[in-house]
């Protein structure tokens, strides 16, 4: 089994930038980090507007953490350092010239300690423990070897003499010399059961190196496999001094708050420590802090305030920054100052003001600047603008200017201030248009492929985070309609050269409508096509057609009477009868053929061309006019649809290479020839040499109605020639051919036709040209935009139809095209975070539920904004003592049921449904029962996502009626715990509720659910999703592996087959056919395995009567392979019945990629070759240049292949790799 992995649409959501002077000391350019791809972007303002493209791109193979820059000594350009979670720390530059990363220096940690913190299980519960508890994998494989510590922070000395990088438990120091370009020495610093929150330089303004680092000491308790901090500790900020041998520290002082990060101040011998609700600067000379607290929102001033991210600016951005603030006393007026730009977990971005004295920093001033959404990187411009990498959605560039003039009427909140209440400001919402965006996808949540209402495919995304969620809906990668298909029976294996489809006549059939004629290499059939909606295809046995060779022109001339003209002659059928009206001798064969209505041209071997009359009968008549000599072999004809007297001719001439007689070998000539056909002559009126052998021709109307000439070629060229007519003295006309357009569209030769296209119920006509790919355009001015679904060269319309028929290896196609203009994806703004969503394919119906946790619901958020109305009315009148106290509302969870109709191009919505505060929808199953249409939502009140708990939880059903656009609410059912997923199965509904599974079914006339059996304790935590197979049940959870479950009818029960099924955190799935199934998990990678299928149990050696009748074979793993990002969302889909599978899957960091399956075994075997040997010259590749070194993609880099859990397994996913391609 061999798949071929692709990437549909590249993962955009950043998690990293950072601006600076890359490529020349004159303009900033933006690195950032989208996952394992490292770009080079450029902002610029040219004369259409601000643009953002990318310069050069890199895929390392590995999940980059960290970002960093720093300019070495007398250099204009600045360097950049990135840190990965395999250990891969590189330091490289951009080479202007070639236009791609330089590595400079590159270097593999390898930490040798056993695991004693397993840091991916890091987590926090409420009262502010960290548990760390180990996978499951190392309860059974518990070999202590030693791990690679993922680089959680780094820090750069500003002048490029260390590098400093941290992981949870360790911190190292790298120095080097950048004049050889080698690792000098690497000093490590390791603290036992410590963990490191941030790390910064400190600039103390001489050639010692200071670092600051927050930490924080815990205790260990070892109780089986798990470590518990026992009490939330404020962590210290330590500064330490650091030479060529040694790393001292030199000063540790207490937080005051629970700190999280630093950040550097420029020559002021000291950091700011973002922490909880405050922002301080610390000196390492001076016990003095400087304290200001984070103002909060008037709206909830009891939530907790942190800084997520920051950038530091250059005062010259803000507008007058001496002016003094008066809405605050307290805002200084000096013009030494360092401002930073800092955003919090909310999104409100406040500016950050350092006034600075001749004794350092003596106050700390705060203004709000805009809200934005939540970022990964703030980047500003020296030429005035910001750049914001959003965590999740688009990515925007602001004017710096236009923000500030709307935080002017917002106050300024100093570090002077006196301390007791917290500060509180009125937040607004964003107006601003931003100059620049990019565009995300991030996250998708869930991801849907199915037909809708219009019966076409499309790719349904729900993504997004909170109110800046979509539904997004796009059209499948399927630009034609497939009307039929049918079987080319054929007695050899030969491939169809040409096909007409023809009218039929009396004396053919007098029952098809549709004659069929395919030409091969050296024969001709003729097949009956009905021409109803079903298109019927028979082959005809018996027909007075010469099939005992090709045929090069086919056409019905009169109502009985069929021209075909093949090599040896013209043919005239009429009355069942096959007259030869042409003979041609042997070394005077026809080469090719053009038709009308009025003229018929054929072209010999012997370099001549002969005009034939039709009369209005449709015989071919003897024409006075002479034999045409031309200077070479034909290759294509065409004649022009006027019936006049003066008909063009186009004429595709190939003059094979010749040698000289001084054995030099002449380059071909192709020509194009232009003819007139008059009463007595075919008139050469211009021709043109063109660079490649002319394949077909397309005669169309250009601009002010002058005549055009589209000239296929060879090697996927597409020539557009324009006819220019020029009146000289005497009378006459000169015609000349000009190449008006150049395009390349494949490497094979372009077949040329002009086609139907159904538009908003009316038929218009456009070009489609073939080569490896087919391209369409609507006008000769327009562009070519390439079309998904193959057709092949070998192509022609049905008469009196908008069909058309292709012929692809034995099959002949018949489809429209329809409207085949490009369509933006349908996208429909939602409230909160998608969770799930089901479609009716039908109604094209899409039923969605969202929820978002620490929010308020709409009629929540009315009532707070009434009681803040009152409070603050009753401020201003000094009315205070009837006022009753503002209610305590938490934020929690708020969620809603929503519907949305997509016919066409528009989304409308048809009903939203919003749940109570506090209620969580967290599942969703649309369903047929009996004709009904019903709906069924889990809903858990109360709901905790570190313990998977809940207060209450139920099932709510719902009946869609009237074809979807109204819902009828039925009945509650209650349950114990939360519902996270559910399924249909044969004709019942699976629900997984905590860490069992039910099995429940719909009363045929109340509707209401009604439990059949359960299965408790089926897996170790809670169940997250159901995949049902024939009678195999297999469920996943969230922390360990899958469970096969059956089902018994006769028992009506629920059984146990085999639990904790490798691989373990499954994120999503499918089944494939062949009883095997698609993986995806936490680790990001995809496993293709092999289901264990059910054997009969020996009853008689049954003891437990709980046991179940049948046994389960072990799964085998088929292949594996490395993604990168963390798949949400899995489906299978298939264009036609009995084709090949291919998955198809999106990632939380909004890619799109799709695994196919190879069903020729010769293409795989290609394909593997191929892969072998790129593996076979990376590593000798890697030594002889200097550009980003990879990681090696045969190793199975994710955290199971690290602990080399076994070597059989650990073999055969090796070589399972090698059938999927990268």
Known sequence: MFFYHRTLSHALSITGALIGNFLDGKKEDIIVSTGRILKLLRFELDDTGPVIQTLTSVDTYDIIISLAKFRNKDEARDWIVIAA??????????????????????????????????????????????????????????????????VHHMAVDTKGRAVFIAAMEELKQIWFPFGSGRLLKILEDVDKKTLIYDIAFVDINSENIVIAYLATAYEELHAGLKYEIKKRRKPSLIFANVDSDEVTKIGKMECLDYANSLISVPGERGVLVCAEDSIAFYSMDSSTIIRCSIPKRIMDPKAGVIFVCSTKCSRNLFQNPNQKDESSSFFPSTQNSIYYLAQTEQGDIFRIQLVVNEFGVNEIVLKYFITLPVASALCTFESGFLFVASEFGNHYVYNIADIENRARVHPSFSSALPKGKPFLFMHRSLTITPVAEIQSLSPIMHMEFEPLASMRYRLCLAMGRASLSALKISKVEQDVTYQNRAKIEKERDEIPVRMWIIESTLSISEESEMLIVVSFEDSTSVYSLDGTSEYIMQKIESTPFAEKTNTLGCAKTGEDAIIQVCPKGVCLITDKKNKLIHRTEEKDAIEECAMNKKSLVIAFENKQLKHHEIDKDGRVMKSKIPRRLINGPVTCMLLSDKSESDQ?????????????????????????????????????????????????????????????????????RLLTLAVEK?????????????????????????????????????????????????????????????????????????????????????????????????????????????????????????????????SYTEETKEKKEIEFRMHVEAAKSQQRTNLPPLENIPKSWASLLRAINLTGVNAREVFKIPFDQNEAALSLCYFQQGGDDLLLVGVAKGFKIETVCCKEASIYTYKILEDGETISFLHKTEIKSAPLAMCCYDGNVLIGIGRKLALYCVAPESLELKLLCEKK????????????????????????????????????????????????????????????????????????????????????????DDEPPFTLSKEELLGCFHVGEVVTSMQIFNTFPNEPDTVVYTTLSGSIGGLSLLPWEKDAKKFNNLYETMLKLAPIIDKKRNTFPFSPNVWFRSRHYKRKISTKLERMRRDSMLSFQF
């Open 85 to 150: 979670d395999s250990g891969n720390t590189t330091i490289f530059n951009v080479n202007a010239e070639k236009m791609e990363f330089e590595s400079v220096i590159y270097h593999h940690f390898i930490v040798q300690i056993p695991k004693r913190l397993p840091i991916e299980h890091l987590a926090v519960d409420s009262q502010g423990r960290a548990i760390f508890s180990e996978s499951n994998l190392q309860d059974k494989f518990k070999d202590k070897i030693s791990r690679t510590l993922p």
């Open 648 to 716: 063009l001719l186009a004429v595709g001439v190939s003059i094979p290479p010749v040698k000289t007689s001084d054995s030099k070998v002449m380059a071909s000539v192709n020509e194009v020839h232009l003819f007139n056909i008059g009463l007595s002559e075919i008139k050469l009126l211009c021709m043109l040499k063109v660079e490649n052998s002319p394949y077909s021709f397309l005669f169309m109307n250009g601009e002010s109605n002058l005549l055009s000439l589209l000239v296929g070629c060879e090697k996927g």
């Open 726 to 854: 020029t009146a000289e003295a005497e009378g006459t006309i000169k015609h000349e051919l000009k190449i008006s357009n150049t395009e390349t569209i494949g490497s094979e030769a372009v077949q040329l036709l002009h086609v139907p296209v159904l538009t908003n119920a009316e038929i218009g006509y456009g070009i489609l040209a073939v080569s490896n790919h087919p391209w369409f355009k609507e006008s000769l001015v327009g562009d070519f935009f390439q079309l998904k679904s193959d057709i092949s060269p070998c192509i022609c319309i049905i008469p009196k139809s908008e069909n058309i028929a292709t012929i692809l290896e034995d099959q002949l196609r018949i489809f429209i095209l329809e409207d085949l203009q490009p369509k933006l994806p349908v996208t429909f703004s939602l409230e909160y975070t998608p969770k799930k969503f089901a479609v009716d394919s039908y109604t094209g119906n899409i039923f969605i539920i969202e929820t978002d946790n620490n």
């Open 1017 to 1104: 304790d089926c897996v170790s935590n809670s169940v997250t999703a159901i995949y049902p197979v024939d009678r195999r049940i297999l469920v996943s959870d969230s922390k360990f592996g899958l469970s096969y479950l059956m089902y018994v009818p006769s028992d009506k029960s629920l059984y146990l087959l085999q639990e904790d099924v490798f691989p373990a955190e499954v994120t999503a799935a499918c089944i494939l056919r062949d009883n095997k199934m698609v993986r995806a998990t936490k680790s990001r990678d995809i496993f293709i395995v092999e289901l264990g299928t059910l054997k009969d149990r020996d009853m008689s050696k049954v003891i437990n």
